[in-house]
């Protein structure tokens, strides 16, 4: 599990390394992305909705113990002017408030995005605002000490038709799952 989350890691840091040239050279060309870094969640959140009130979508993020503690997104610009989003990110160092946080956002119809963690756990949550009858999501998160609980665990949730969208260590192993409401 540890090999898992430390590949998840380096490849978002690659993303980022490959995303900054463009940055830089998009600047010129019509801002395609907008890079975000904030050390607060509130302000995170409201930049992301400000960026995507403008057009963007997000594209990829790191955070928690990098750097100076920033929580860093990568927003790109979207061509279909009818297609926008919401964002919303939910902050918790307990594992059963975001179970509890993360489904009721899943009942309006917002889906993951992304994570990090940085003392506390912090999910992205996206809402298609394009879509007339978004489709809902119940999410699970399996949460342990003992990663050699957590196949047994994730295989037992894919069984119920949950699939695995990201891993994260905070203390323990968290596991986020979702599966749509039918």
Same mark, same amino acid.
């Given at each position: 599990?540890?090999?898992?989350?430390?590949?998840?890691?380096?490849?978002?840091?690659?993303?980022?390394?490959?995303?900054?040239?463009?940055?830089?050279?998009?600047?010129?060309?019509?801002?395609?992305?907008?890079?975000?870094?904030?050390?607060?969640?509130?302000?995170?959140?409201?930049?992301?909705?400000?960026?995507?009130?403008?057009?963007?979508?997000?594209?990829?993020?790191?955070?928690?113990?990098?750097?100076?503690?920033?929580?860093?997104?990568?927003?790109?610009?979207?061509?279909?002017?009818?297609?926008?989003?919401?964002?919303? *990110?939910?902050? !918790? $160092? #307990? %594992? /059963? @408030?975001?179970?509890? &946080? =993360?489904?009721?956002?899943?009942? +309006?119809?917002?889906?993951?995005?992304?994570?990090?963690?940085?003392?506390?756990?912090?999910?992205?949550?996206?809402?298609?605002?394009?879509?007339?009858?978004?489709?809902?999501?119940?999410?699970? *998160?399996?949460? !342990? $000490? #003992? %990663? /050699? @609980?957590?196949?047994? &665990? =994730?295989?037992?949730?894919?069984? +119920?038709?949950?699939?695995?969208?990201?891993?994260?260590?905070?203390?323990?192993?968290?596991?986020?799952?979702?599966?749509?409401?039918?």
């Amino acid at each position: 599990m540890t090999r898992l989350f430390a590949i998840r890691t380096l490849g978002t840091i690659l993303l980022l390394a490959l995303a900054s040239p463009l940055l830089i050279s998009q600047e010129a060309s019509g801002n395609q992305y907008k890079l975000l870094a904030t050390k607060r969640t509130s302000t995170t959140e409201k930049e992301l909705n400000e960026a995507a009130d403008a057009g963007y979508r997000l594209f990829g993020t790191i955070g928690g113990n990098v750097g100076n503690s920033e929580i860093i997104t990568v927003m790109k610009r979207i061509d279909d002017p009818k297609q926008r989003y919401t964002y919303k *990110l939910l902050a !918790t $160092s #307990k %594992t /059963s @408030t975001m179970q509890k &946080e =993360l489904n009721e956002a899943g009942e +309006q119809g917002y889906n993951y995005r992304g994570e990090t963690a940085r003392g506390e756990v912090i999910l992205i949550l996206e809402l298609d605002r394009s879509l007339q009858a978004p489709p809902r999501f119940e999410y699970r *998160l399996l949460a !342990t $000490s #003992k %990663t /050699s @609980t957590m196949e047994k &665990e =994730l295989n037992e949730a894919a069984a +119920q038709g949950f699939e695995f969208l990201g891993v994260i260590r905070r203390g323990e192993v968290i596991s986020i799952l979702r599966r749509e409401i039918k």
